[in-house]
């Protein structure tokens, strides 16, 4: 009896002590199990005299209830503390402050072109594209420059070796080729931008890359005139540099075009009082053009009796850096997201 006592005073310490439910467990089967001391006192319960029998049996009883108990109230706590234990693991803060995800963007050459794109096709210019790898014939022949002209040359232009073919391959110079390619394959009257990569043999400095881009326009149509081909170039002058600026054309020479002309846009950054932009100027020259020589509507098997039109080829990177005020052409390949992310 006296055991079975103590067996409570010590066992509901223990039981208080147990902090977690594996640990209770093991107590409860040390405690209350079958090899427990309750357990073995019970079984020998028939050897006691007959007349203690009851008195020890309904201590044994008594203790075990109350062990019973408290290991039960004391699981009860721990299971409670393991729920919110995970409760709060799982509570999701409404109040922490999100991240802003990060948002891409077109780079600069990219938002250059589709922009000059989209002043012509506000026109009602057409797009297309064509070969980086061209012949000879697209390139130069058809576009009334003959094999001797020195641009040709390969300290110019960069060539391309085929097989055995006899055609003369290269990496186009300039996105005019598309002039012949275009028209061979489309009736008159025609209305068209180029963009795309061009090639020169250059090396790179802030303002020249063997690889770089241009943006051709062509407009073939009866009637077509010089003043046609000045109104469309003021057009576009006043849409991509603002409603103030003045055009002139310069005297210039092409091949494929007669009369050329360079163009210059007056200055945005001075309005033509000369600065550092415009180099003091006051003018910024921008692109070749002209109007298309009779040749090569002749080379593609248009009428030059009836049809004339105007051409024009632009830099990309140029009018970029002019307008944005870039000063190295190398800006636009070395993809640094400090310079790129100026521009979105
Ligand atoms: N293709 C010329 C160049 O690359 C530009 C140009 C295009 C000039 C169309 C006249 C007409 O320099």
Redesign the pocket.
Known sequence: MESLDQLLIQASARIDEADDLEILASLESELVGKKSFIASTRRGLGRLPSEERPIVGAQVHEVQTRLQQLIDDRRAVLQREAEDRLLEQDRVDVTIEGYEPPVGMHHLLTQTVDEVVDIFTSLGYRVASGPEVELGWYNFDA?NTPPTHPSRLESDTLYVEYGDSSDEMLLR????PM?ARYMEKHDPPVYVVVPGR?FRADALDATHSPVFF?I???AVDEDITFGDLKGTLAHFAREFFGSERKIRLLP?F?P??EP??EMHVSCFACDGSGCRVCSGSGWIEL????M?DPNVLEAVGYDPQRLSG??????AERIAMVRHGVNHIKHFYENDLRVLRQFS
């Open positions: 576009l110079t300039h996105t005019s002039q061009t241009q051709e326009g062509l210039h092409f494929f075009t050329s002309a692109m070749g053009c002209g298309v105007f051409a024009f080829g632009m830099g």
